[in-house]
């Protein structure tokens, strides 16, 4: 089935500790994007990617890093830099980049708890 | 901010009952779009309403759209259990390469 898969499901860091959510998509998106939500609120844009080998930074990027190496793939690594990066953490997808105006499609996201 | 809000925060029904959703934005929009997300899951898009549209059917759902208020309302008729959810609005604003903004959400619950 077609569709966007994140893993871990759960991940457990300790702080000071980078760890690397991965994100992988079998619709041929062009886009992929990476999304935080905190209890609450509504999702908030950490980093997108318009194409492969490239990505632009959404309206959180500090302390977050991604890749995107492959169309398929948009691995999102949270640093020690981020303060407080326990978190869900949502990648989604796109046909196309910010000039498709139509629906985003969603992994079923991963929970991010620092101890 | 860009960002919609949606109105009211948490909803509590009896199935059966028709549940009213509302999000008002600021800036003008190229469409507006509702998400549904199931507690600890993914968002799931439901229905997608351009500018230039007043009103849209999808099943149970149906959401409406006034630019002149600019605001958009999501009905659900006949409600479920299985309806109980958050429900987010996402505006997609105008102008070149406008990214798509999220709301908080509204938490509905549908009582057996």
């Known amino acids: 089935d077609g569709g966007i898969t994140q893993s871990p499901k759960y991940l457990f860091r300790k702080e000071g500790q980078n760890v690397t959510l991965s994100c992988e998509q079998n619709?041929?998106?062009?886009?992929m994007y990476w999304y935080r939500q905190d209890p609450g609120q509504g999702l908030r844009l950490i980093y997108y990617s318009q194409i492969v080998n490239d990505f632009q930074k959404g309206d959180i990027a500090e302390g977050y890093s991604v890749s995107r190496e492959k169309k398929e793939s948009f691995p999102l690594t949270v640093t020690s830099a981020q303060k407080n990066p326990t978190a869900f953490y949502l990648c989604?997808?796109?046909?196309?980049?910010?000039?498709?105006?139509?629906?985003?499609?969603f992994g079923e996201g991963s929970r991010l708890t620092v101890l | 901010s860009q960002q919609g809000e949606e109105d009211p925060q948490a909803l509590s029904i009896q199935e059966g009952e028709n549940a009213t959703m509302n999000c008002s934005y600021k800036?003008?929009?190229?469409?507006l779009q509702w998400y549904r997300q199931n507690s600890g899951r993914g968002l799931v898009h439901l229905i997608l309403i351009r500018s230039n549209e007043r009103e849209k059917h999808s099943g149970r759902l149906r959401v409406t759209l006034d630019t002149s208020k600019k605001s958009s309302s999501l009905l659900i008729t006949a409600s479920r259990a299985a309806d109980t959810a958050s429900y987010f609005c996402?505006?997609?604003?105008?102008?070149?390469?406008?990214?798509?903004?999220f709301g908080k959400g509204i938490t509905l619950s549908v009582r057996p």
């Open positions: 619709l041929n998106h062009d886009a």
């Open positions: 996402a505006t997609r604003h105008t102008g070149a390469n406008s990214k798509l903004t």
């Open positions: 800036t003008s929009i190229n469409n």
């Open positions: 989604a997808s796109s046909p196309s980049g910010l000039a498709f105006t139509g629906e985003l499609f």
